[in-house]
């Protein structure tokens, strides 16, 4: 996996290199999104009539090949916050996840909720570029950069009034949630690709209570879902779960709605007092 990350940054830092010439900053802000109040990620995790999940469309990925490659953004984009998505995740990493700047577009003109762009995020110009593009908040992946490297970006992206979702896989890398407004932590195992929520379940108490934290990758239940809910999660990354059946947002209102039931019990069971 960790060659698979340093292929993937390698191309990606050609990509943005040629992009930069073809579309310099100057002519980014003349977008309309620069003139716009991104939606606060933030905000919609933390509000108690949300279901807490960020529901991600990707048509592939470099760990399954091919997961749905002719979904359309629109259509499975507007039908998660129609099932009751807190938030939309949309790649615009092209070569592994089939992605583009163009879906994270599409998907902002349609919808209201908060837009995590999710991509590998290695130079300051991509973050002109998300802001541009529509997005709410940006995806800073600990592996892939320095502390410093996160400190200035999420600096710049705070300036533009994005937010920042750092993602971390293990208690070293820790020290980068300094910079965010929302942790991540990625049940995959970068030496292995095992996936596993113990992850998430390890490192969540050695994160600040006051933290805003989402689960990631691996969780295909409703009932996962619900535990990491109990345990203190604020939300859930989710999108290979959805994006592998032949109608995403069906499976998304499924989920949701399994997870509200099983989350509106607990709630019940706590005001009561019939949980130890």
């Keep these: 996996m960790d060659s698979i990350l340093n292929t993937i940054a390698a191309k990606k830092l050609v990509e943005v290199a040629e992009r930069e010439q073809l579309y310099p900053i100057k002519l980014l802000e003349k977008s309309i999104y620069f003139a716009t109040q991104p939606v606060s990620l933030r905000k919609y995790l933390t509000r108690p009539d949300k279901s807490g999940v960020i529901a991600e469309f990707k048509r592939k990925s470099p760990s399954l090949g091919a997961i749905n490659p ?71 992946i600990a592996a892939l950069l320095s502390i410093a490297e996160t400190k200035t970006m999420a600096q710049l992206a705070h300036s533009l009034g994005l937010e920042v979702l ?33 992850q998430s379940l390890n490192l969540l108490p050695l994160l600040p209570k006051e933290m805003v934290k989402i689960s990631e990758s691996g969780i295909h239940s409703p009932e996962m879902a619900a535990m990491l809910k109990r345990e203190g999660f604020n939300g859930f990354l989710i999108g290979e779960r959805f994006m592998r059946e032949a109608d995403p947002v069906q499976a998304c209102r499924e989920f949701i709605n399994r997870l509200q039931t099983l989350t509106s019990t607990i709630e019940c069971y706590d005001s009561e007092g019939l949980r130890a």
């Design 70 to 140: 002719y979904a359309d953004v629109a259509k499975v984009s507007v039908g998660y916050m129609q099932a009751g998505a807190s938030a939309l995740s949309i790649l615009a990493e092209g070569n592994y996840f089939g992605g583009n700047l163009e879906h994270v577009t599409k998907a902002r003109r349609l919808n209201y909720c908060p837009i995590l762009q999710k991509d590998f995020m290695l130079k300051p110009y991509q973050i002109y570029e998300a802001k541009a593009s529509g997005a709410d908040a940006i995806l800073l």
């Design 166 to 198: 750092v993602e971390i896989h293990s208690k070293e890398e820790l020290p980068y949630a300094e910079f965010a407004d929302i942790v991540g932590v990625n049940n995959r195992n970068l030496k292995d690709m095992a996936v596993s929520v113990e």
